[in-house]
């Protein structure tokens, strides 16, 4: 079974502090893909990242970086230098890989972010 | 570029009444998913379809029903409403063989 934990259920940091957002997975798929979605206040999911399972190497855009870590089922996601806008419901999710048929998506639970001025 | 549209982008209905939430994936997209995420809940998978043909199911309630047509666009149809049906209703589209669903803005059902 898949699965995705996201423990942090809220976070609240004052702005231009670094924040990292954890996410626990389990899958039994050797190739499987991870990602990170934003969903603002507005409610549509924002793409941010897609990793491939057999791709480690950490990934920084911008303010953003994400270390994914097999040894330990992890797939985190930093922020610095926090901003405002950054405040959003930030989702974990794991997907396989099938290609004679669909795949769908599993959601962690999701991690609201506040920034405070 | 074309993203996923979906409509109606809010509809308000009553207990017991039917729904019909529609969805056009991005063009060449030939799979399509449907999602359902409640008040402070996460996206859940509902169902999909690859090829017009039902590729995979989730926990959709037998009051739902979806298809996906010649042209690819799809629509969830909702039957008896109840109150916790009360949801925003995403759809994602994905071309076979690519990995990276598209999602689109959503539906927001609200029933009263």
């Known amino acids: 079974a898949q699965k995705v934990t996201q423990a942090q259920t809220e976070i609240s940091v004052v702005e231009k502090e670094d924040v990292t957002l954890d996410c626990v997975y389990e899958?039994?798929?050797?190739?499987?893909?991870l990602f990170w979605y934003k969903q603002p206040p507005s409610g549509e999911l924002v793409f941010l990242i897609r990793?491939?399972?057999?791709?480690?190497q950490n990934e920084i855009s911008g303010r953003y970086s994400w270390n994914f870590q097999k040894s330990t089922s992890s797939f985190n996601f930093t922020i610095t230098a926090s901003q405002v806008v950054d405040s959003a419901v930030y989702f974990c999710?794991?997907?396989?890989?099938?290609?004679?048929?669909?795949?769908?998506?599993?959601f962690g639970s999701g991690t609201r972010l506040s920034i405070r001025p | 570029a074309a993203g996923v549209i979906q409509s109606p982008r809010h509809l308000i209905k009553e207990k017991r009444e039917t729904a019909t939430l529609k969805c056009y994936p991005i063009?060449?997209?030939?799979?399509v998913y449907w999602y359902q995420q409640g008040p402070g809940q996460d996206p859940q998978f509902l169902i999909s379809?690859?090829?017009?043909?039902?590729?995979d199911k989730g926990s959709i309630p037998d009051r739902f029903s979806a298809q996906q047509f010649s042209d690819y666009h799809s629509e969830l149809n909702m039957s008896s409403l109840e109150l916790g049906d009360s949801a925003l209703y995403f759809c994602?589209?994905?071309?076979?063989?690519?990995?990276?669903?598209?999602f689109g803005p959503g539906t927001r059902l609200t029933v009263l």
């Open positions: 994602a589209s994905r071309l076979a063989g690519e990995h990276e669903q598209f």
């Open positions: 899958t039994r798929d050797t190739t499987y893909y």
């Open positions: 990793r491939n399972s057999f791709d480690e």
């Open positions: 999710a794991l997907s396989g890989v099938r290609y004679s048929s669909a795949s769908k998506i599993i």
């Open positions: 063009p060449r997209h030939d799979t």
């Open positions: 379809f690859y090829e017009k043909m039902q590729s």
